[in-house]
């Protein structure tokens, strides 16, 4: 399969801070990478997708603001938490899609985010 | 519609013995449908994907049965194994544009050796 590569695997942050997330595909192309956030034992919900070079589209209930997207290039995507508040604390993990031939939507590692 | 239903919500198999997972969709549009393994603290690794043109899929102990007409399709892992222990997803996406993923709600597995 396709690697992508999420960093950092563990961030505690104090409140009030801001924490960058960043989503590296390591040997393909993503033109789309997609971020999730994930509760103790439940599903991956979607909060955005990134597009290169444009804007990022965003979940219905998702603060655009609060959750800062950039894909400046297609082989990376980050996600900022701005101003943190522990209710922020989640595992957030981003994914890409790969084209032909490794096709199929690829999973970074996550991100441990804690915010004291 | 944009729901994927999955069902059990956990399972306990013995080892050696047949997992079977299932999901249910109601977005005749969805064309792609992969099965994700999680284990703790990982992100979801794909494990096998079925486009609806065909009616089953096999790599290794992984199958993927699908029912275009019933709008569901299973995960079969034969043989389990202890190593098999871990989180489930069955997903479904639209091809075009943007291709997210929607998920069901994921199967905690436990093989028990």
């Known amino acids: 399969g396709a690697v992508v590569s999420q960093h950092p695997s563990r961030v505690i942050c104090k409140s009030g801070t801001s924490v960058k997330i960043e989503c590296r595909s390591l040997?393909?192309?993503?033109?789309?990478m997609f971020w999730y956030r994930q509760f103790p034992k439940q599903s991956l919900m979607l909060m955005a997708t990134?597009?290169?070079?444009?804007?990022?589209?965003?979940e219905q209930g998702v603060e655009k603001d609060k959750f800062l997207i950039n894909h400046a290039s297609l082989t990376l995507s980050t996600l900022t938490v701005t101003s943190a508040h522990p209710e922020d604390s989640s595992f957030y993990i981003c994914?890409?899609?790969?084209?032909?031939?490794?096709?199929?939507?690829?999973f970074g590692q996550g991100t441990r985010l804690t915010v004291v | 519609q944009q729901q994927v239903k999955q069902s059990p919500q956990s399972l306990i198999v013995q080892k050696g013995g047949i997992s079977i997972i299932n999901c249910a969709y109601e977005?005749?549009?969805?064309?792609?449908f992969p099965w994700y393994q999680q284990f703790p603290g990982k992100g979801p690794a794909l494990l096998i994907a079925?486009?609806?043109?065909?009616s089953e899929k096999k790599e290794g102990r992984f199958t993927i049965s699908f029912n275009k007409s019933a709008k569901q399709f299973s995960l079969h892992i034969m043989d389990s194994q202890p190593g098999d222990s871990a989180t489930y997803f069955c997903?479904?996406?639209?091809?075009?544009?943007?291709?997210?993923?929607?998920f069901g709600t994921g199967t905690l597995l436990a093989v028990q050796p």
């Open positions: 994914s890409a899609r790969a084209g032909a031939p490794k096709v199929g939507a690829f």
């Open positions: 040997d393909f192309q993503a033109t789309t």
């Open positions: 990134s597009n290169e070079g444009s804007k990022a589209t965003y």
């Open positions: 977005n005749t549009a969805f064309d792609y």
């Open positions: 079925i486009r609806p043109d065909v």
């Open positions: 997903a479904a996406s639209v091809s075009g544009a943007t291709n997210k993923l929607i």
